[in-house]
């Protein structure tokens, strides 16, 4: 890339701007009362679905950049996974508010279900990562800013499980999008075995060509 500052800054651009699409039709939906027979429901299901999109293609970037080459993605996935965060805090206030009309009675009385506990669970460890994905807070943290964001394969896992228990007939939406995530989680695995295998093989060929060389060994990222 020519000028890495404006593509950061198109990449950016263009990624808030898709993410606002889902929340400007859904917001005009509401406000000409076109969201169908059961409106709250449907709020309800499209910030959940959202939530669970962005979520995917967070976790879809980096073995997209690594496959391609395209480095210029990188700086989508943050902006993605702040959207997964905030389509899950849209979804849980519509929940809350709408459909529990924040009766405590009603909130505590819905925790016997096992797709709620599995939502909560899962925006629950959201916060972190929200809350954590400044580059203040990546410098601060160092190498536990990586370990504590491993996080999001147990948020999707979680989202995943929260959509399979709550559907009752048609289990084919929960089952692609599980089936993705597998994907997503194999080739994170698969990456990850790679590195640990090739690792002390290519640390000792570097420490030979170094030895017959002379040069100082480089990072390989
Ligand atoms: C914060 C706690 C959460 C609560 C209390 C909650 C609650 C709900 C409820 C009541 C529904 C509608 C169920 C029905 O139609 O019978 C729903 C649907 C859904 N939720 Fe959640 N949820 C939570 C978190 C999440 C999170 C974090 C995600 C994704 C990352 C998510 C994704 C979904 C999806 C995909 C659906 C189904 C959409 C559809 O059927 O089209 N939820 N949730």
């Known amino acids: 890339m020519r000028n890495p500052a404006f593509t950061r800054r198109m990449v950016t651009s263009l990624t808030v701007a898709g993410c606002l699409i889902p929340l400007a039709f859904v917001a ?20 959940g679905l959202w939530s669970l999109r962005l979520l995917l293609a967070t976790l879809a970037v980096t073995p997209l950049r690594r496959l391609s080459g395209w480095t210029w993605l990188m700086p989508a996935r943050r902006i993605l996974g702040l959207f997964a965060f905030f389509y899950g805090l849209l979804h849980l206030v519509v929940y809350l508010a709408l459909n529990q009309a924040f009766s405590a009675t009603l909130i505590l009385g819905d925790l016997s279900r096992p797709f709620i506990i599995a939502g909560y669970l899962s925006f629950t460890l959201m916060v972190p990562l929200a809350a954590t994905s400044t580059m203040g807070a990546m410098r601060a943290l160092g190498p536990r ?15 995943v499980l929260h959509y399979l228990l709550l559907v009752k007939i048609d289990f084919q939406p929960p089952e692609a999008y599980g089936a ?20 002390p093989v290519s640390r000792h060929a570097q420490t030979r060509t170094t030895q017959t060389s002379g040069q100082s060994p480089q990072r390989s990222d």
């Open 28 to 47: 005009y939906r509401t406000l000409t009362g076109t969201l169908g027979a059961n409106p709250i429901s449907n709020l309800t299901n499209r910030t």
């Open 145 to 159: 800013w990586q370990l504590l964001h491993r996080l999001i394969y147990a948020v999707a896992i979680l989202a």
């Open 180 to 199: 993705l995530l597998v994907l997503l989680l194999s080739y994170r695995i698969g990456a990850s075995l790679r590195r640990r295998i090739a690792g």
